[in-house]
C-alpha cells in the first residue's frame, strides 16, 4: 500500500530555531505539494513541484520559509528563523501527471502531516 | 477571485439519514473538482475528481456531481464511521489549487 510518509509527525520548537521538515513521495509520482493547515484558514497551498522543479512557491512567506527536492525520493520545507504565528500541520502530498502533452488534472495524495508548534 | 465556499460548516445526522454537502466555486478555467474525507489528526484521503459539468461518480455510499457552478457529495444512508470533515478543492489553473474549509459530519448510531 503506497503512501506519502512524512517526518517528524509533530514538532515543538521555540521561537527563532530552524525547522526542517520531509516528505518522501508515492514511488513513481512526479509532483509534490507542501501545504499548511490552520483552523482559521484551512489548507493554504505553499508549494508545487513538478519533475523536481519548483515550479510554483507564490503561497510561501520567502523571507523563512524555502522549499526543495534534493532527489526524487525527498523533498524538505524549511523554516528558519521559525515564528509562533508558523504553528499549524503542514501537510505533503503527491501526485502523477503526464510528462508529455497537455497536463491535466493532479490528483493529490497526503500525507499524514507534521504538526508544528512554536513557542 | 478565485473562491471556493463549503456548506454547511457542520453537519448533524442520524445513521441512515441521507443529506447532501455543497461546494461552491468561482473560478476561471476549471481544471478539475476534488473531493477529500479528513479524519481528525490525519491527511485528507482522496475521495473524487470530477472534470466537467454533468459528471458524477459513485464510490460506496457517497455520490458527487458538478454543474457549472457547484458540486454536491451526497452520502446515503449514512453510517458512523462516515463521520469525518469532508473537504471540496478545485484546480483552478496549472499551479492553482485552492481548497474549501471544510463540512465536519458526524453521524450519530
Known amino acids: 500500500d503506497a503512501r506519502v510518509t512524512q517526518t517528524p509527525r509533530h514538532k515543538v520548537t521555540e521561537m527563532g530555531q530552524e525547522v526542517t521538515m520531509r516528505c518522501q513521495p508515492i514511488l513513481g509520482h512526479n509532483t509534490v505539494f507542501w501545504y499548511r493547515q490552520t483552523m482559521m484558514q484551512g489548507l493554504e497551498l505553499l508549494a508545487y513541484?513538478?519533475?523536481?522543479?519548483?515550479?510554483?512557491d507564490s503561497g510561501m512567506p520567502k523571507d523563512r520559509f524555502s522549499a526543495e527536492m534534493p532527489d526524487a525520493t525527498l523533498a524538505t520545507l524549511k523554516i528558519q528563523p521559525s515564528e509562533p504565528r508558523d504553528s499549524a500541520v503542514y501537510f505533503c502530498a503527491s501526485g502523477l501527471v503526464p510528462t508529455s502533452g497537455i497536463s491535466s488534472t493532479d490528483t493529490q495524495y497526503f500525507g499524514p502531516g507534521t504538526r508544528l508548534t512554536v513557542l | 477571485e478565485d473562491q471556493v465556499t463549503q456548506s454547511p460548516e457542520a453537519l448533524r445526522l442520524q445513521e441512515g439519514e441521507s443529506s447532501s454537502l455543497n461546494c461552491s466555486y468561482t473560478v476561471s478555467g476549471l481544471r478539475g473538482l476534488f473531493w477529500y474525507r479528513q479524519d481528525p489528526g490525519k491527511g485528507p484521503e482522496f475521495l473524487f475528481t470530477?472534470?466537467?459539468a454533468g459528471e458524477e461518480k459513485e464510490k460506496e455510499r457517497l455520490k458527487a456531481t458538478l454543474t457549472k457552478k457547484e458540486s454536491f457529495l451526497h452520502i446515503t444512508a449514512p453510517k458512523p464511521e462516515d463521520s469525518a470533515t469532508y473537504l471540496c478543492a478545485v484546480q483552478a489553473g496549472t499551479y492553482k489549487y485552492i481548497f474549501g474549509t471544510g463540512t465536519r459530519l458526524k453521524v450519530l448510531a
Open positions: 513541484f513538478r519533475n523536481r522543479a519548483p515550479l510554483d
Open positions: 470530477l472534470y466537467s
